[in-house]
C-alpha cells in the first residue's frame, strides 16, 4: 500500500522559510523521482520540485527557482523541501508523490500539508 506523510507546514511572514518532510512507503523509494506539489484555493495542482533517484538532479519551477531546495535521504525514505524567501503566493496545501510533473502514484495522495504565508 503506497502511502506519503507530509509534515512541517504551519504559519509563516512573508520572507520567511519552512521546511517540510515527507515519509513515503509501499513502493521502491530510491527507484523514482520524487517531487513536491501544491494546490493552491481554487486553482488546480501543480509540480513545485523534483529530483532524480539519486539526489544529483533537481528540478524546480519557475515561481520557486532559487527559494526552494528539495532533497532526499533514501535510507529514510524521506523527501524534503526547503522553503527560503517566502511569499503570499505560495500559500498552498502541500504534497509529495513520486515522479516530477506527473505524479507516479495520482491516487494515492497524502492529506498534505497546509503552508500559509501571511503577516
Known amino acids: 500500500q503506497v502511502e506519503f506523510v507530509e509534515s512541517g507546514g504551519g504559519l509563516v511572514q512573508p520572507g520567511g522559510s519552512v521546511r517540510l518532510s515527507c515519509v513515503a512507503s509501499?513502493?521502491?523509494?530510491?527507484?523514482?523521482?520524487m517531487g513536491w506539489y501544491r494546490q493552491a484555493p481554487g486553482k488546480e495542482r501543480e509540480a513545485v520540485a523534483g529530483i532524480k533517484w539519486n539526489g544529483l538532479n533537481t528540478y524546480y519551477a519557475e515561481s520557486v527557482k532559487g527559494r526552494f531546495t528539495i532533497s532526499r535521504d533514501n535510507a529514510k525514505n524521506t523527501v524534503s523541501l526547503q522553503m527560503n524567501n517566502m511569499k503570499p503566493e505560495d500559500t498552498a496545501v502541500y504534497y509529495c508523490?513520486?515522479?516530477?510533473?506527473?505524479?507516479?502514484?495520482?491516487?494515492?495522495w497524502g492529506q498534505g500539508t497546509q503552508v500559509t504565508v501571511s503577516s
Open positions: 509501499g513502493f521502491i523509494f530510491d527507484d523514482y523521482y
Open positions: 508523490n513520486a515522479g516530477y510533473d506527473r505524479p507516479v502514484y495520482d491516487q494515492d
